[in-house]
């Protein structure tokens, strides 16, 4: 693991080496930093456009870190992203891509965002949602945060279709709220949030739909099993 000591003690004939004691402290220190998980921001810039999206750097497990960064540049197509950054040219409608981050305990989750030209040629917007276990590198599921994930969504549709729908229809070109998308959510401190495919629930900017609920809400219905 990057940042690890190794630790040789050589014992030749009577010359024994020790490594004085502040030393091994501080290597110590190093160590338990390294073995911190933290995340890191990958950034490509071309012609006025950017592309940002995040990494996991120092956890324990390095196969588990690279199983869920390699998830994340999968979902978020971002060698596709990248292919596309080079094909603009000045004056182009440009593409985007930003992210947002939760990091707490055993829980990682993000959503990157990419706006502008998309693989196909046309403008559009897309979330790539994804959210995991650090301890296993498991993708956590609705079955880990709800009492009754089934229940719930159809719940959590009706209050979307009222009086949500009504004050914001006319500002929709796609209005269909059902079905809820489970299994694309980003979660942070508050609650989770749930990323609709454009073509379902999207705005007449071109922006795609997301339904935030808050974990007092959703405990307040009882359909809560666990925090983050």
Do not use: H
């Amino acid at each position: 693991m990057r940042g690890n000591r190794t630790l040789i003690v050589a014992l030749c004939a009577l010359i024994t080496f020790v490594i004085p004691l502040n030393a091994r402290a501080a290597q110590a220190g190093e160590k338990a930093a390294a073995s911190t998980p933290a995340v890191r921001e990958v950034k490509t810039e071309m012609g006025g456009n950017t592309l940002r999206y995040p990494q996991l750097d120092g956890l324990a497990d390095e196969t588990i870190q690279q199983r869920i960064n390699d998830a994340i540049v999968e979902k978020a197509k971002i060698a596709q992203r990248i292919i596309t950054l080079t094909t603009l040219t000045d004056g182009s409608v440009g593409l985007n891509v930003t992210y947002e981050a939760f990091l707490q305990g055993d829980v990682f989750s993000t959503v990157v965002s990419a706006v502008g030209i998309m693989e196909n040629g046309r403008r559009g917007q897309e979330y790539a949602a994804l959210s995991y276990r650090l301890s296993t590198g498991e993708p956590l599921t609705l079955d880990d945060l709800l009492i009754d994930p089934d229940a719930a969504a159809q719940e959590l549709e009706a209050i979307m279709e009222s009086p949500y729908m009504e004050e914001v229809s006319s500002y929709l070109e796609n209005a269909e709220v059902a079905p809820l998308p489970v299994n694309d959510f980003s979660l942070d401190a508050d609650g989770i949030t749930f990323y609709y495919p454009q073509e379902q629930f999207s705005f007449v900017s071109g922006y795609s739909g997301a339904a935030q609920f808050t974990y007092d809400e959703l405990d307040t219905r009882r359909l809560l099993r666990t925090e983050p």
